[in-house]
């Protein structure tokens, strides 16, 4: 595919250089915008200038390959890995060079790829653990955890590390939402699951999505990302690629058979 951006939406109306819907100007600061970001590893650069918007209430699904640097642009946007150019707002404040604990503070939250709950420490445990930057008691955010998770209630007293993979996908998105995040980053959500179990899981991010949670989702499960998405970004080689509303990334056959493996 071309290394250009696409935007498909302007070139169906016939404006094809037109600029990025998610990076348009808005009447207030978007929650998330992302500039110019460029970040990697050592000597190997994976992300060369990318550029993402997320709006109040949105959630925007970002897709692509294995190794086109989703994860990358992630955790550099929750400040896990350094930056080398580009800038992250958070909530209209620069927080480009602000540690990932500082970030956190102001509304971020990051449900990492693998899970990565605390084995040994038990399933209530490790929520009360998500809520360390809430002052006060946290049990009436702990219960509603429960209502968005019954199966944690039933384990609440059992380690964390006993628990199906499934179960602990959904204790790390609680543990993470324990915080009351003004952004929530999601990464990979569906990875090694059960078909039953990813659906069960998707449903569970259109209930965050309906109570207007700004969500950035990274799928592999392109398909399944975009259904739930109101707009799609696809990441190629480090580079945005495509973009567009969801619907019409699904409906667009380059889409289909790159991504869709339809």
Known sequence: MSGDIIDLEAAAR????????????????????????????????A???????????????????????????????SGLIGTRGG????????VTRSPAEARVRQGLAQVLEGRQVFGPLSVEDNLRLGAFTRRGPHDARIEEMYALFPILKVKRRLPAGTLSGGQQQMLAMARALMSEPKVLLLDEPSMGL????????FGVIARLKAQGIPILLVEQNAHAALSVADHGCVLETGHVAFHGAARTLLADERIQSAYLGL
């Open 47 to 77: 992300l060369h200038g990318v550029d993402l918007r997320l709006e109040r209430g949105q959630l925007v699904a970002l897709v692509g390959a294995n190794g086109a640097g989703k994860t990358t642009l992630l955790r550099a946007i």
């Open 14 to 45: 016939g404006r094809a250089q037109a600029s990025m819907p998610v990076a348009t100007a808005a009447a207030e600061p978007a929650v998330l915008d992302v500039r110019g970001l460029k970040a990697g590893y050592g000597r190997i650069e």
């Open 194 to 201: 059960a078909p039953l179990l990813v659906q069960e899981i």
């Open 87 to 94: 800038t992250v707002s958070l909530l209209g404040c620069d």
